[in-house]
C-alpha cells in the first residue's frame, strides 16, 4: 500500500508543476498524507481534477480525512467540477465517528459548507439590484395608482365625483348564465362594489334590487348599467338601521319579481377617530347600526323568503382580520360581521341557503373619500402589497362566486379575503 501510495502521488508530481514530494508522505496512515499531499498540491493548482481519484479512495475507506481535503481545498480556492460532485457524495454518506478525530472532521466540513453557503448567498445579494417598487398590475386592463388627486366628500359619498372614476363595469367579464333568472337584493348598491356586483350579477342573468340611502344620481347610474345587460333594476331609497325598512324592501323585490334568490348585504358607515375619547356614543351608535342591526335586519327578513339553493353574502373587511387603530367602531362590525357570517351559515345549512363572506382590503370607493382627510385619500391603497386601491370590478367576481350554485355548491360560512396581498 506505501508503494501504491507512493506511485499515485509521483503520477501527480508533474501535476504539481515538479515539486518533489518524498519522505512526509510515507505514513502508516498513508490516506491521510495522501490527502495532505493533495491539499498541497491544489494550492498551486486551483482546477486540480486529478484529485478525484485520491478523493474516491478517501470516500471508499470512509476515512475523516477526507474531510480535511474537502474543507482546506475548497478553502484554496479549488473549484473542479469533480470536486464538486465528490463533495455532494461524500457529504451524503455515513461515517464511523467513534473516535474524536473524525468527529472534529465531520463538524468542520459542515462548518465550512455552512461558510460557502453563506459566501454564495453574499455574493448574489451585492450582485441583485432592488427595483423601485411599483403598483401590481395584473389585471384585464390598467388601474389606477396612488397618488390620486386630493379630495373629499360630504357623506354618504358621490360615485360620479370621485377622481379618477371607479371602474367597476368589467369589460372583459364575459358572463356564463351562471345566475340565470335569480333575483337578487343588494344593499349598498348604488355605488363601489355594490354597482359593480349588480353589473355583474346582471350579465349572469339576474334582475337586480339595491338599496340606497341617499344618493339618487348614483343610483339611477347603476340601474341604467344593468339595464344595459338587459335585466330589470328596482331602485329602494332607505335606512337599513331601520327594521321595517328593510322589512319592506324585500317585500317590495318578492312584489316586483315575484321571488328572491340572493342577499347581498353591503352597506356601510365609516368615518375615522384618532383617540377612542374622540369616538362620541352617536358616532358609535351609527356605525353599530348601519353595519350590524342592518345586516341582522336584512337577513331577518330576507330568509322566509329563501329557498334551497339559495345565497346570502356579507361584505366584511380586512379590519375585521387585523383591527385598524383609526377604526375602532369600523373593524368592531367588521370582526362581528365575519362571525355573524359563520354563525348564520351554520343555522341555515338544513334549510339549504349558503352563507359566505368577502373581506376587501382598500377599494376605491366613495366610502374612503367621505371619511379621510384629503392628504390620505392621494396615498389610500399605496400601503398593500401591491401599492394601489382595488378597483370595484377586481373584487366583484367573488361575489358571483359565492351567489352561484354551480361554483360553490360546497362552501358556506367562508371569509373570502381579497386585500392586495400579503
Request: glycine content about 8%.
Amino acid at each position: 500500500m506505501f508503494i501504491l501510495a507512493g506511485d499515485f502521488i509521483q503520477r501527480l508530481i508533474p501535476v504539481a508543476g515538479g515539486r518533489a514530494f518524498g519522505a512526509p508522505f510515507v505514513f502508516p496512515n498513508f490516506i491521510g498524507s495522501l490527502l495532505d499531499a493533495l491539499v498541497l498540491i491544489s494550492s498551486h493548482r486551483p482546477n486540480l481534477s486529478e484529485s478525484s481519484e485520491a478523493i474516491r479512495l478517501a470516500c471508499d475507506h470512509k476515512h475523516a480525512g477526507a474531510y480535511k481535503f474537502l474543507v482546506m481545498a475548497r478553502s484554496s480556492g479549488l473549484n473542479s467540477p469533480a470536486l464538486h460532485r465528490l463533495a455532494n457524495d461524500f457529504s451524503s454518506q455515513s461515517f464511523d465517528e467513534s473516535n474524536d478525530g473524525d468527529r472534529t472532521m465531520t463538524a468542520a466540513f459542515t462548518a465550512a459548507k455552512q461558510r460557502e453557503i453563506q459566501e454564495q448567498v453574499a455574493e448574489a445579494d451585492q450582485q441583485e439590484t432592488s427595483p423601485e417598487p411599483r403598483a401590481m398590475q395584473a389585471g384585464a386592463r390598467q388601474y389606477p395608482e396612488p397618488p390620486f388627486p386630493e379630495q373629499h366628500q360630504d357623506k354618504p359619498g358621490d360615485e360620479a365625483a370621485l377622481v379618477p372614476a371607479t371602474m367597476y363595469d368589467a369589460p372583459f367579464y364575459i358572463g356564463s348564465a351562471k345566475l340565470k333568472d335569480k333575483v337578487a337584493l343588494i344593499t349598498g348598491g348604488d355605488s363601489g362594489i355594490g354597482r359593480s356586483v349588480a353589473v355583474l350579477f346582471a350579465r349572469e342573468g339576474a334582475d337586480i334590487a339595491i338599496v340606497h340611502l341617499d344618493e339618487d344620481a348614483d343610483a339611477e347610474e347603476t340601474a341604467a348599467a344593468v339595464e344595459k345587460e338587459g335585466r330589470r333594476c328596482l331602485v329602494i331609497k332607505g335606512d337599513v338601521k331601520d327594521s321595517a325598512f328593510c322589512r319592506d324592501a324585500v317585500e317590495r323585490t318578492v312584489s316586483e319579481f315575484g321571488k328572491l334568490d340572493v342577499l347581498v348585504n353591503n352597506s356601510a358607515f365609516q368615518v375615522h377617530t384618532y383617540d377612542i375619547v374622540d369616538l362620541t356614543e352617536d358616532h358609535f351608535d351609527e356605525t353599530l347600526k348601519t353595519n350590524l342591526y342592518g345586516y341582522f335586519h336584512m337577513a331577518r327578513a330576507a330568509v322566509p323568503h329563501l329557498k334551497n339553493g339559495s345565497a346570502i353574502i356579507n361584505t366584511g373587511s380586512v379590519t375585521g382580520f387585523d383591527g385598524e387603530k383609526t377604526l375602532l367602531d369600523y373593524s368592531m362590525t367588521k370582526g362581528g360581521i365575519h362571525a355573524f357570517t359563520k354563525s348564520l351559515a351554520s343555522q341555515l345549512i338544513p334549510k339549504g341557503i349558503r352563507v359566505n363572506c368577502v373581506a376587501p382590503g382598500p377599494v376605491w370607493s366613495p366610502l374612503n373619500p367621505s371619511d379621510k382627510e384629503p392628504e390620505k385619500v392621494a396615498e389610500f391603497g399605496s400601503g398593500t402589497p401591491m401599492k394601489r386601491p382595488a378597483q370595484p370590478e377586481e373584487i366583484a367576481p367573488a361575489y358571483v362566486f359565492l351567489a352561484s350554485p354551480q361554483c360553490s355548491s360546497y362552501i358556506t360560512g367562508e371569509i373570502l379575503p381579497i386585500v392586495g396581498g400579503y
